[in-house]
Each structure stands twice: as C-alpha cells, then as structure tokens.
C-alpha cells in the first residue's frame, strides 16, 4: 500500500522539524509512500527545513508545495491534488507520530477494510496544566485520547469519536468520490473558527463510509502555553458550539424543539447542576468543564436561532490525484 503523508504548515519551521523527523523514522519501506509539505504562506525558515529533510537519504521522498491563498483547508486541497497514495494519512506540523503510526494505520486499513481511520492522540504539554484542566477539556485542545481498543465508526455508532487532522487516515477513492475539504470552515489567522475535519466526517458517514478508531496509531501533539488559558476555552468552546450547530442543520436528522435538537434541551439542566454542585465542592476541574459545557450551549443555541446555516459558501472540488 503506497501512503501519502499530507502535512499544511506555516510559521512553525521548528516544530515542523521535530514532525519531519519522526516521519522519516516511521517503519515504512523505502519507495512506499510519500510526505507532502503545503506550506501556507510561511515567512519563516520553513522551506529550509522542508528542504533539508528531502535532501535526506532516508525514508520516502519529501515534496514542497508553495500555497499561498490563507487557510490550511486551502493548503490540503492543495495537497490533495498532487497526492499518489492509495492511503493519505494527515497531521500537523507540531505533532510527533511514534514510529509505528503509519504501519498501524496501513495494517488496520487492509485488516478491516474501513473507508477512513483515526488514531490515538497524547499531549506534549509546553508546560505542565493548570489544576482546572481536565480531560472533558482535551477536545479544544486537539488531544483526545479515545482509549486502547479499537472501535468500528458508522452512521449508527461512532462512541463520540470525530477523526481530526492531527492523526486521521482516508483512503484516496474516497477523497476523489467526495472531494476535499470545506474551505468555508477552516481556520485562519486571527479566528478561532473550526469545523472542517468534522464536516468531512459527516459527509464520509452520510455517503455510507465506514471507519475504524485504531488505538496503535499514536501521536503525541504539541499543546503550548497560550492555549492553557480559561480564556481561550471560553472562546474556542463558544465558537465551535456555531460550528457544530451549522453542521448539524446540514447533516443531522435530530427531532428539534424551538430549533435546538432535543438531546441539548434534555442535556442543558443537567450541565448546569454540575455546575453548581461543581461551584458547591470548590471541584475547579468539574466547575470549569461544567461551566464552558454551557458556553459551548450558548454558541450553539445563538448560530442556530441567529446565524446563517445555509448551504456552504464553497463546494469541495474532487481531488484529482496523480
């Protein structure tokens, strides 16, 4: 199985370094895959790092792409055009894959069949977190550990997994069935706007694609200091709250009572008694998941009574391929 690593960055050529690294000590056979650099914009050392790593003897063959159109759902599609492999496997540019993660992922897709993966995600905390942090958190932060057994991932059940872009695998038929990502949804300098990785999943499960969570396919992603702020969750946790409410209004089939699918309204009371048990205990862990769990319920009632949830500004082109 030939596999094409894609990797968007930009003005990160340190970490990015510590990524190509790791990826030229995967357990992959020479000559058998591919890493893709879509470098969005950088005005750093990045094309000197990407070069340095395809001067390399070795491991598979490196190749830069020069992106220059802002945002990192722009850079993949960019990618994705020029990718060979039958299998694309996806991270990011302050992620450091374990050596066998590429070989877990080919292994498991040819074991189980499945359409698209994800895998497993562990933290490399800048500094050590905060006493309030607390795994219900991790998902802002692009970390979530799922566990040690592999789990099957369909329309009728996927245990509350999304794949994200740090640590997924799809196969390249169905990138050219589908198309790349929304470039509507995909982050961009300033904004704290998401949801690109998510939507794709939706519509991999709406086409009928099934998936596995495939637990030996580790990465360890860079969480800095900045983001180990109340603040930002506040903000991360409001805005993704839009997000998933503009997906489900594409996507979901749930019954909705005043606009908002039923499951929040059952959920919301018993979000806010833990909070205020949480703020009763002095539990600053439970306090505070409890707490942006109704921040995250505001984002998503105002998106769904206020905003826009119509059709995507752009429809992902299908990915040709070569």
Not at 123 to 132: A, D, F
């Amino acid at each position: 199985m030939f596999v094409s690593v894609i990797v968007a960055t930009r003005d990160r050529e340190r970490l990015l370094g510590q990524t190509l690294d790791a990826l030229a000590a995967q357990r992959w056979p020479r000559r058998q895959g591919e890493i893709l650099i879509a470098d969005n914009g950088s005005t750093d050392g990045t094309r000197a790092v990407v070069r340095a790593a395809a001067a390399r003897t070795e491991g598979p063959p490196v190749r830069y792409l020069h992106v220059p159109q802002p945002g990192k759902s722009v850079a993949v599609n960019a990618a994705l055009q020029q990718a060979r492999g039958d299998l694309l496997a996806f991270t990011d540019d302050d992620v450091v894959p374990e050596r066998d993660w590429l070989a877990s992922f080919a292994e498991a897709a040819e074991e189980t069949g499945a359409d698209f993966l994800a895998g497993r995600i562990l933290p490399r905390w800048e500094i050590p977190p905060p006493p309030w942090m607390s795994p219900a958190l991790h998902g802002a932060l692009a970390i979530p550990d799922n566990g040690e057994r592999r789990l099957a991932i369909s329309a009728g059940s996927h245990h509350g997994i999304i794949p994200i872009g740090a640590n997924m695998a799809v196969r390249a038929d169905v990138v050219r069935r589908l198309g790349g990502l929304r470039t509507d949804l995909g982050k961009l300098d300033g904004t704290l706007r998401t949801g690109e990785d998510h939507e794709f999943f939706l519509r991999m499960l709406h086409a009928g694609c099934k998936g596995i969570y495939e637990p030996t396919a580790v990465v360890r992603h860079f969480v800095p200091r900045s983001r180990l702020e109340r603040s930002y969750f506040r903000s991360w946790l409001y805005q993704n709250g839009r997000d998933v409410a503009r997906l489900e209004a594409a996507y979901s089939t749930a019954v909705r009572l005043l606009g908002i699918p039923r499951y929040l309204w059952r959920a919301a009371p018993a979000d806010a008694l833990a909070a205020l048990h949480a703020f009763g205990t002095g539990d600053s862990r439970r306090r505070f998941a409890a707490g942006v769990r109704l921040i995250w319920l505001a984002g998503y009632v105002r998106e769904s009574w206020f905003g826009r949830t119509s059709a995507p500004a752009a429809t992902p082109q299908p990915a040709e391929g070569r």
